[in-house]
DNA sequence: AATTGAATCAACCGCGTGAGA
DNA sequence: ATCTCACGCGGTTGATTCAAT
């Protein structure tokens, strides 16, 4: 029993056949919550053993963290979300548990999860590596801007303000607990961005500002192919429903043309 | 209806870090 | 100053679900 407190992480033989892995059960579920109640949500090792539960600390916290946990979000990434992710990311890269923080009730796995299975899914539509200067031009300047569009789109004039509106040179006001707020920041829809993204401009690009893409066209060029109004709906960018203009096919080769325009070559129907 | 491949997501693993002895 | 331990993070895996054929 000793050894088994002493190291949790490092089990010996006896031990391993002793521990459970793989998906809990809603008993296993109960005990940990009773117990979390009980004894807080810290000291995992201590919760594992005295629960009686047969797993490991880690597991507990695990668990608890991406499932228990009472203000766990559930359900799908909403476009405000998905912008967050997207921005954020470009600041800190795969820092999954800071980005987290700036999205209430998500979690660093279930963001992880959206950015290897929606995003790197799309770089790998655009045949380039998701950290390659192309997959950036086009987060920065189609995918977000598109994103604004949308969530402007949805935003009901007498329920919800446009982006342009949320949209504060005031970072001292926190909007949520316990979002930590950092010198700098922005807020943008109930959220907090860093203000020097929001107006960051790209080296080959068109200034870029959420106000900039206002209910307007993305990229400078505006450049339609099949001469119509937008840039398609993304499907595979977590947006459903609504009427596609474009196919992601055709998306496909507007941004392949927009960005490497040596390689395509291809016609629009 | 059955099969197969892709997508999704919960969970595990290994490593780094910080606190305390 | 060093060691041990627990915790947290990011990467990866594997089971399940979904969609296409």
Known sequence: MEDYERNSNSPTHEEDSDVRKGPWTEDEDAILVNFVSIHGDARWNHIARSSGLKRTGKSCRLRWLNYLRPDVRRGNITLEEQFMILKLHSLWGNRWSKIAQYLPGRTDNEI???????????????????????????????????????????????TCNPVESMVTTDPGQPIREPIPLEPGFVQFNQQFVPASELSATSSNSPAETLSDVQGGVVNGSGSDPAGQTGFGEFNDW??????????????????????????TSYSYN
């Open 238 to 263: 977590g947006c459903v429903g609504g009427d596609n203009i474009w196919t992601d096919e055709e998306s496909f080769w507007f941004l392949q043309d927009q960005f490497c325009p040596e390689t």
């Open 112 to 158: 992880k999860n959206y950015w290897r299975t929606r995003v790197q899914k799309q770089a790998k539509h655009l045949r380039c590596d998701v950290n390659s200067n192309l997959f950036k031009e086009t987060m920065r300047n189609v995918w977000m801007p598109r994103l604004v569009e949308r969530i402007n789109a949805q935003s009901s004039p007498t």
